[in-house]
């Protein structure tokens, strides 16, 4: 079964509105998780590195402030879309390695699309 | 910096044929090569991993991978492919950060 869980799956909102995802590490907790986007077929391109009471670290070129990432205990990382605009509506996908374990377990994604 | 290539946007096979997806890396150091697939609207799941080892690593679904040195290559294979194998496949390795670089994606296909 999925190790990590992401909500919601799919989500529509207005222009100008927040958008919040979350992504939860279901049986093993994640001091570190990853968030990426990826654009219609396109490979993934990792945004931020969340880190567990700590300010997360972003990859060059993403804002800071129009993405805003939250790692609030060991099991739960979010991604906030700041006053969306629709060139923000992509697939947005989170992952978190597991201590003893080398492969990454990823979330379900998350489309978001903006009107 | 760790990059992976896959070269080839889509593969089309016909069912019951062999599968292969290319993937080629360049790493510093020994490499952490990862193979996932993605369904459509999907997260990404886990289909295999070379850490070290023996060359041929076997994964989920029947797939199996080829680890070579001297070619820095590690494609994906499968002997005997199913319809249902039509997905978005990548190729994966891993930094010391645990942060993991992908490729451009494969779109196989398979045709009944």
């Known amino acids: 079964g999925a190790v990590v869980s992401q909500h919601p799956s799919r989500v529509i909102c207005k222009s100008g509105t927040s958008v919040k995802i979350e992504c939860r590490s279901l049986?093993?907790?994640?001091?570190?998780m990853f968030w990426y986007r990826q654009f219609p077929k396109q490979s993934l391109m990792l945004m931020a590195t969340?880190?567990?009471?700590?300010?997360?670290?972003?990859e060059q070129g993403v804002e800071k402030d129009k993405f805003l990432i939250n790692h609030a205990s060991l099991t739960l990382s979010t991604l906030t879309v700041t006053s969306a605009h629709p060139e923000d509506s992509s697939f947005y996908i989170c992952?978190?390695?597991?201590?003893?374990?080398?492969?990454?377990?990823f979330g379900q994604g998350t489309r978001l699309t903006v009107v | 910096a760790q990059s992976v290539a896959q070269p080839e946007d889509q593969v089309n096979v016909a069912e019951g044929n062999p599968l292969t997806v290319k993937c080629t890396y360049s790493?510093?150091?020994?490499?952490?090569l990862f193979w996932y697939v993605q369904y459509p609207n999907r997260g990404l799941q886990f289909l295999l991993k070379y850490i070290t080892g023996d060359n041929l690593v076997k994964g989920s679904y029947g797939f199996e991978a080829e680890f070579n040195k001297s070619q820095t290559s590690f494609h994906l294979k499968k002997p005997s492919a199913l319809v249902s194998d039509s997905a978005l496949y990548f190729c994966?390795?891993?930094?010391?950060?645990?942060?993991?670089?992908f490729g451009t994606g494969t779109r196989l296909l398979v045709s009944p």
């Open positions: 790493v510093s150091g020994n490499p952490y």
């Open positions: 049986d093993f907790q994640a001091t570190t």
């Open positions: 969340s880190n567990e009471g700590s300010k997360a670290t972003y």
């Open positions: 992952s978190a390695p597991r201590t003893g374990a080398t492969e990454a377990f």
């Open positions: 994966a390795v891993r930094d010391a950060f645990q942060k993991l670089v």
